[in-house]
T-cell receptor
Framework: GDSVTQMEGPVTLSEEAFLTINCTYT??????LFWYVQYPGEGLQLLLK?????DKGSNKGFEATYRKETTSFHLEKGSVQVSDSAVYFC????????????FGQGTRLTINP | GAGVSQSPSNKVTEKGKDVELRCDPI?????LYWYRQSLGQGLEFLIY????????KSGLPSDRFSAERTGGSVSTLTIQRTQQEDSAVYLC???????????FGPGTRLLVL
């Protein structure tokens, strides 16, 4: 079945560092891809998405590009802030059937001032 | 506008008891999803509603789990004869018909003693 694999955390960086969180997927066809974020004490929020190959999703300085050749959707940010500390989930929705989200295991990110 | 709400926010119960978890989706959202977030299993899909019908129940882990949705709005997830392995955060999400973007509630944290 469809699945998502994320780099394991936790990840700890200093403020203004460059961030990459790797995400690869296994799926039939070309699913839609998402990054969700869960800030401390809050619910899951959509961060960005891409629905077809070579699309780039972006929001709040974060970017991810849908790469069909490498079945990847890596999350990047050029300069992280303390407020970016959260758990990040990569996810996909299969191309057929209910648009249920299939999540990766999540990556906890901590940014130190 | 109001987001997805869930109640209760926390529930502690004894093994063998039944529990009901409630989800109020965003008004006008026809799609509703239940997920479970646990330490061992990550984020897992449970069930999907389109209107009042549930075309995908494939994620329900056993026949002790059931869900219903009435009036195309509120949904209730019921767990009968709870077990300790049912302890998790139960998340509800809703989406407009045809949209891939799901909006999540804050979750219900269930602890089975």
């Amino acid at each position: 079945g469809d699945s998502v694999t994320q780099m394991e955390g936790p990840v700890t960086l200093s403020e203004e560092a460059f961030l990459t969180i790797n995400c690869t997927y296994t799926a039939t066809g070309y699913p839609s891809l998402f990054w969700y974020v869960q800030y401390p004490g809050e619910g899951l929020q959509l961060l960005l998405k891409a629905t077809k190959a070579d699309d780039k999703g972006s929001n709040k300085g974060f970017e991810a590009t849908y790469r069909k050749e490498t079945t990847s959707f890596h999350l990047e940010k050029g300069s992280v802030q303390v407020s970016d500390s959260a758990v990040y989930f990569c996810a996909l929705t299969p191309i057929q059937g209910a648009q249920k989200l299939v999540f990766g295991q999540g990556t906890r990110l901590t940014i130190n001032p | 506008g109001a987001g997805v709400s869930q109640s209760p926010s926390n529930k502690v119960t004894e093994k063998g008891k039944d529990v009901e978890l409630r989800c109020d989706p965003i008004s006008g959202h026809t799609a509703l999803y239940w997920y479970r977030q646990s330490l061992g299993q990550g984020l897992e899909f449970l069930i999907y509603f389109q209107g009042n019908s549930a075309p995908d129940k494939s994620g329900l882990p056993s026949d002790r789990f059931s869900a219903e949705r009435t009036g195309g709005s509120v949904s209730t997830l019921t767990i009968q004869r709870t077990q300790q392995e049912d302890s998790a955060v139960y998340l509800c999400a809703s989406a407009r018909g045809g949209s891939e973007t799901q909006y999540f509630g804050p979750g219900t944290r269930l602890l089975v003693l």
